[in-house]
């Protein structure tokens, strides 16, 4: 068996530049200074001549090799140390001799450029991190990045003050250590109920990716809407109670005058003779003004039990036409559209067009203009208007509030029950006075 063993060939030692240089330059040199010495010693000279002219013949070629290589070498390593600082994040050192119509100058000046333009961006972009820290700082809203091994690496104070830790306790545990990851894979369109050590209440998730480094990251805001709800929930009751205690005043005001009246009458003695009549008409006031109480109930309690919409295949135009029929005050004049159907609640969206339609006609006697309903095609779906040639909306604030109407015998729930409608199938309901045109346009817009 032969046991040799193959021997793998050496690497190639390649010659370095400066040695390729130097051999290069006494290529060049070295037949001129033979052929001078050989013209020398070969001549008719004295030995002290010779001896003197060789000495000066060999000085002379390995001065010019040494300024060959001087003046080649030197600038690359020029180039090299300034190339090395900039790799460093030093960019206050700049090389002399930078200047145009010159090759090596050129070059020069192009690395001090280059060294100028990184300062300037280090300069930026430690501005802009100072920047961003102090945001991060200064925002009331919990941030957190995740490596993609969901361990934390960034938390600003906001996330400290919610967690209870400070940022050396904190970065590198895991999500899962952390009670953050509900929030990771919770979906962000819901708000979630957290207790965390800092803070208990309802959160605003946020999520988005970022790569560093090349490699995923994952951001994580949180948002405390306790604040926000609470806030928007004391509006709300303030309206409510402002609506409610209007209605109320104006039954209950005059049932208790009509009351004292009356027991003031009962006190008299001997009673009068047309007793009977003040009572008769008292007592109707009372029960009409007890009537419109339970209207108001009734009607409140249409708005708080709203159903969940039953979504169906519903032909827009056969809603649309049966809402305009049920309208027998004035002629409705019809905008016909696409033929088109949506999945929705068809006696909801018809209930809300009799509201806006009603609404409508009401607005039309002063002027006797026409009332309008026709619908689109849109991108997300399909959109229903409804329009009058009346005064217009002169008070936009209150027109959604519930219980609120400048009517008389109006419930004041229309429009809320109206907008709703249109919320609880994912769509809007807007109101506002038309845009050069006398009146009012209500836009009902329902997703496909």
């Known amino acids: 068996m032969n046991r040799e063993t193959r021997r793998s060939p050496k690497p190639r030692r390649r010659i370095s530049h400066e040695t390729h240089l130097t051999w290069l330059t006494i290529g060049a040199v ?68 930078a200047r145009e119509n010159d090759a090596l100058g050129e070059a020069l000046l192009e690395v001090n450029e280059l060294g100028e333009t990184l300062r300037r961006q280090r300069l930026g972009a430690f501005e802009a991190t100072a920047l961003l820290r102090t945001i991060m700082a200064e925002i009331d809203v919990a941030v957190f990045t995740f490596d993609p091994q969901r361990k934390l690496r960034l938390v600003n104070r906001a996330g400290e003050i919610l967690l209870k830790r400070p940022m050396d306790k904190l970065l590198g545990r895991t999500a899962r250590e952390l009670r953050l990851d509900v929030c990771l894979d919770a979906d962000e369109d819901a708000p979630l109920t957290l207790a965390f050590p800092g803070a208990t209440g309802r959160w605003g998730v946020r999520r988005s990716t970022f790569r560093e480094q090349g490699l995923p990251n994952e951001l994580l805001v949180l948002t405390d809407l306790s604040r926000t709800l609470r806030e928007e929930e004391r509006i709300a009751w303030q309206r409510l109670v402002r609506v409610l205690g209007h209605e109320l005043n104006n039954s209950l005001a005059p049932i208790k005058s009509v009351a004292g009246s009356l027991e003031n009458l009962l006190r008299r003695d001997p009673l009068p003779s047309d007793w009977h009549e003040d009572a008769r008409s008292g007592l109707n006031v009372i029960a009409t003004r007890a009537d419109a109480l339970s209207r108001f109930m009734e009607a409140y309690s249409r708005l708080a039990r709203l159903p969940p919409p039953l979504k169906e295949e519903m032909d827009v135009s056969e809603v649309v036409n049966r809402a305009a029929n049920l309208e027998t005050r004035l002629p409705v004049q019809r905008q016909g559209g696409p033929m088109m159907t949506i999945r929705a609640d068809a006696g909801q969206v018809e209930q809300a067009l009799i509201n806006l339609l009603h609404n409508a006609a009401e607005a039309s006697p002063p002027t006797g203009g026409p009332v309008t309903i026709g619908w689109k095609e849109v991108e997300e779906g399909v959109e229903i208007f409804v329009r009058d040639e009346g005064e217009g909306i002169m008070n936009p604030t209150n027109l959604f509030v519930p219980f609120f109407t400048t009517k008389p015998g109006g419930s004041g729930i229309g429009l809320a029950l109206s907008r709703q409608i249109a919320e609880a199938h994912g769509g809007t309901l807007t109101l506002a006075n038309r845009v050069g045109a006398r009146g009012a346009e209500a836009l009902l817009r329902l997703p496909r």
């Open 30 to 97: 070295v037949p001129s200074a033979l052929i001078a010495l050989c013209l020398l010693w070969f001549g008719d000279y004295s030995t002290k001549l010779q001896w003197t002219l060789t000495l000066v013949i060999a000085g002379f070629a390995c001065g010019y090799i040494a300024s060959v290589r001087e003046h080649v070498i030197r600038p690359w390593q020029t180039v090299t140390n300034l190339l090395a600082a900039l790799r460093e994040g030093d960019y206050s050192i700049r090389a002399r001799g």
